[in-house]
């Protein structure tokens, strides 16, 4: 680098020091670098505070890559002579050049202050500071510069992408108009006016200008793009499809002209596969693309997507966002930066903060999740969609009460995209409750918007199993409808090891519940996946949700294969199942939460069976087989099963108590209390009004006694509490007889305090039975009419306790005085009840898991001799079936 000619300053020393330096300038000025170094470090011994020679010789240090010291050098000549902007000036080349960019900034800021008339010195600043990522002082800096010289177009420019960045997009949008203006040539400057007067909300607006660009650069794509996703966003079909036609006639292939013109097939995927594989570079095309993927359940297709859209425009919020919810839905780590960059980069944008809302949700991150739903209510309070999500939130915090109002207020916005899910969530929470009738008229409600929604429909399903005022009948045909609404899939041969009879088996366990919570999989699930006999059974485990824990570890010990499957689409999961060579497929979610059922209405594997966690019939003809015993299905109710019953002995579930330090305390709580207490800690959507009424009956005859109630929500006095109150005081019990309890993270503490269980009538517990019983607690339960009401019958006689099932409401209530009243009868039914249940068929695993297989080998058997699916009997635990 030449040093700069100027006047140079006289040093106090003698005119030898002088002319030195002018030697050591003129050696500069001809390229002589090492001997003019040379000169000036004589110079600076002899004068080691020479300005220009500090100056000067920072600059070949500098040339000659010792960039360190020539940046100390000239800072040395700053502070030797403060007054040079030149000094100040070249300090600050060098710091940029060292990527020192907020010291290179400050240094072009002090050369400014020396030399204020100077307008390169200002956009020197702003370039630094750009390089830092500091649009602001930028900004502020390119204003000055336009001060000292109003018809520099490229400063102008500049300015416009400051502010564009800090999203000022208006004021960005008139810089970029100055410099158009004063240089018509520069289409760039032109087409970021129209993007930051999109940006701005200006829509109309950026339609023209990009319409006047077109004028200006017929030939250019990118202005006929923009007008014409413009004029589509703004309902101008015309100039949308003027604006496809024109950009079609320059580029016959362009993807977004062929997505707009095939705007009259929104719901058909070709148009957008087609436009993206037309160009891969169509930002528009690629994001729609990734959105539909995702609301289809395909979200580690639409993460691909965004990613590939975000390499394109890596500050576009809508991928940003997308991606966001992708990566969380998936469990994928970088989702929650994504979508705060998105709300960074439009922080108006109400659809970006509720997809923020939903990734934090996601990420099990409720409260952050809950300030950004509010945020997106708040920037739109009339978004039906926001409304939903903050209902939502309510209902996944278990503040079941505080989540009606706001569905409500979404239902009756009557959004036709969002009324569907509205009165689906309401009809959640009316089922939370207990408020059965009410929940099925909401999911009833919810399938008239979108009679194609499975998991709306299974939830219409789930509720029907609990709802007493229902006919079974009726439930039955319903449940038979549900693959009415499924879409058309033909038949797929299966491509099995080989029809041998006796063969090793390949039996694939599909669940979400390969985990301790939130469901049943590890009571229920884990003894019969560990307690296979390898030699007969190979055990493949499809875990179809995103949730991990140490029981999680121990399934995928157990089992021979494993496949993490909750972000494969239906048609992704079948293909891999088929490539497994399942030989029978067993199902443990039915229609409750995160269940399977198109998939297996699809028939993976030759034979299904259907394991009833589920407490009713599938109702798909795929699935072949459910396993039950004699009391869970007494002869006749095939009539409401799709499914042929695999009756096992002994007891249809195997029980494994979950690692506890509590244990059945040495005297009852009577003897401490001197008062008998009951307790049920069942779901309370089971607590319908039939069993509120019964137990205020038996707590009316029996004065002295008490009732606990736990569950999820309650204990807090909010609105469960006042609603379950309200309901025992109208019939004459008063809230001081009550004791109301949220979850404890051990679910066998509360046992502790209770004498005796209370099973709810029509719908029974299951694993509450099975906890009490572990507990050392009797259960009373009352056996219904439906599968749901019969758990009791099956768990209870399998431990020797049948005696405490009653067939209706007077005799339980008589058995339930003799319980609280007759100590020595009590003592009788908890003396040694944990002992007895681990005897019990209730918890014998080897016994539980021979008679499944046995089960399964008869279903194979038939199969394999072209037989259709019959009732088999499974006649002793080592036995064989019979069909």
């Known amino acids: 680098m030449k040093p700069n000619h100027r006047q140079t300053h006289r040093p106090a020393g003698t005119a030898d ?23 000036y470090d004589q110079l600076l011994k002899r004068l080691p505070r020479q300005a220009d020679a500090l100056h000067l010789s920072g600059l070949i240090k500098a040339q000659t890559g010792a960039l360190a010291e020539g940046i100390e050098r000239i800072r040395q000549a700053v502070k030797a002579d403060t007054r040079q902007p030149l000094f100040h000036v070249n300090l600050g080349r060098l710091l940029d050049a060292a990527e020192r960019w907020e010291e290179a900034a400050t240094a072009f800021r002090a050369a400014a202050r020396l030399a204020p008339l100077d307008p ?79 940006d701005a909300g200006l829509t109309q607006d950026a339609a023209m200008a990009y319409r006047a660009l077109c004028a200006l650069a017929p030939q250019m794509v990118e202005p006929v793009e923009q007008r014409m996703q413009l004029c589509h966003r703004i309902g101008d079909p ?26 009259q097939m929104p719901d058909s995927p070709l148009w957008l596969v087609r436009a993206v594989a037309l160009d891969p570079m169509a930002e528009d ?30 500050s576009a919020g809508l991928a940003l966002s997308g991606l966001g919810l992708a990566r969380a839905s998936l469990g994928l780590e970088g989702a929650m930066p994504a979508v705060l960059r998105a709300v960074r980069v439009a922080p108006e944008d109400a659809a970006l903060a509720a997809n923020a809302g939903s990734a934090f949700h996601l990420a099990a991150q409720p409260e952050t999740a809950l300030s950004w739903h509010r945020r997106a209510l708040a920037l739109r309070p009339a978004d039906a969609a926001a409304w939903v999500n903050i209902g939502t939130h309510r209902l996944d915090a278990d503040a079941t009460e505080e989540a009606i109002p706001p569905l409500d207020r979404a239902r009756r916005l009557a959004d036709p995209g969002q009324e569907a899910l509205a009165n689906s969530n309401l009809g959640v929470a009316w089922m939370a409750l207990g408020l059965h009738a009410e929940a099925v008229g909401a999911f009833r409600a919810a399938l008239e918007r979108a009679p194609g929604d499975a998991a709306i429909r299974s939830n219409l399903l789930f509720c029907l199993c609990f709802d007493d005022g229902a006919d079974p009948a009726d439930v039955f045909r319903d449940h038979r409808g549900f693959e009415r609404h499924l879409p058309a899939v033909p038949a797929v041969p299966h491509a099995v090891e080989s029809r041998d009879p006796e063969r090793r088996l390949r039996v694939g366990y599909l669940s979400p519940d390969f985990q301790r919570y939130p469901g049943p999989g590890y009571h229920f699930l884990l003894p019969l996946v ?82 009833p966690l589920y407490p009713n019939t599938t109702g798909l003809s795929a699935i072949d087989y459910q396993l039950a015993d004699a009391r869970l299905a007494p002869p006749g109710v095939e009539a409401l099963h799709v499914e042929s019953l695999i009756r096992l002995p002994g007891c249809v579930l195997c029980y494994r108590p979950a690692e506890s330090a ?38 009316a005859a029996v004065p002295t006694a008490r009732l606990v109630l736990k569950w999820r929500g309650l204990g807090n006095g909010g609105g469960a509490d006042r609603r379950l109150l309200a309901a025992f005081a109208a019939h004459g019990i008063g809230a001081e007889r009550l004791e109301l309890c949220g979850i404890t993270p051990d679910p066998y503490q509360g046992y502790t305090a ?42 209870l006689a399998a431990v020797g306790l049948g005696d405490l099932v009653t067939p209706d409401d007077d005799a339980y209530l008589a058995l339930g005085v003799r319980l609280a009243t007759d100590r020595g009868f009590l003592e009788i039914q908890r003396e040694g009840l944990r002992e007895r249940t681990r005897r019990s068929a209730l918890m014998d695993e080897a016994g539980y898991a021979r008679a499944v297989e046995a089960g399964y080998r008869t279903a194979w058997r038939r199969w394999c001799a072209g037989l259709p699916p019959a009732a088999i009997d499974v006649t002793a635990p080592n036995g064989e079936g019979r069909a």
Not at 160 to 174: S, T
Request: positive net charge.
């Open 17 to 39: 020091a002088q002319a030195l330096l002018t030697r050591a300038v003129a050696l500069h000025q001809g390229g002589q670098l090492a001997e003019a170094a040379t000169l």
């Open 754 to 795: 209770i004498d005796v269980a209370l099973d709810p009538v029509f719908a029974n517990g299951g694993t509450t039975i099975c906890d009490a019983l572990w507990m050392g607690v009797p259960v009373l339960n009352q056996t219904g009419p439906t599968k749901i009401g019969r758990w009791g019958a099956s768990l």
């Open 662 to 699: 509590c244990a059945p305390p040495d005297r009852p709580p009577w003897m401490r209390n001197g008062h008998v207490t009951f307790g049920s800690f069942n779901n309370i959507t089971k607590v319908n009004a039939a069993t509120i009424a019964l137990w205020a009956r038996l707590l």
């Open 120 to 198: 390169t010195l200002p956009r020197l600043e702003a370039a630094a500071w750009t390089r830092l990522g500091q649009h602001g002082p930028a900004a502020q800096a390119l204003l000055r510069a336009m001060a000292l010289e109003p018809a520099d177009a490229e400063s102008a420019g500049s300015l416009g992408d400051a502010l564009y960045d800090c999203n000022r997009f208006l004021p960005a949008a008139g810089w970029y108009g100055r410099a158009a203006t004063l240089e018509p040539h520069r289409i760039l400057a032109a087409f970021n006016r129209g993007a930051a007067l999109r």
């Open 530 to 611: 560990e307690g296979h006999d390898r030699t007969a059974v190979e055990v493949t485990c499809y875990h179809n949700d995103r949730s991990r824990d140490a029981t999680t570890g121990r399934f995928r010990a157990a089992a021979d294969r494993w496949r993490d499957v909750a972000a494969m689409t239906d048609e992704e999961l079948d293909r891999r199942i088929r490539d497994d060579r399942i030989d029978i497929l067993v199902d443990a979610g039915g229609h409750m939460s995160r269940n399977r059922m198109p998939l297996m209405a699809r028939r993976p594997a030759p034979l299904q069976v259907s394991l």
């Open 238 to 263: 015309a100039g949308a499809t003027v604006a496809a036609r024109r950009l079609l006639a320059l580029a016959p292939g362009h993807a977004v002209a062929a997505r707009i013109l095939g705007a």
């Open 285 to 314: 095309a690629l994001l729609t693309l990734a959105g539909r993927l995702y609301a289809q359940g395909r979200a580690a297709a639409a993460e691909r997507r965004y990613r590939h859209m975000l390499a394109l425009a890596p």
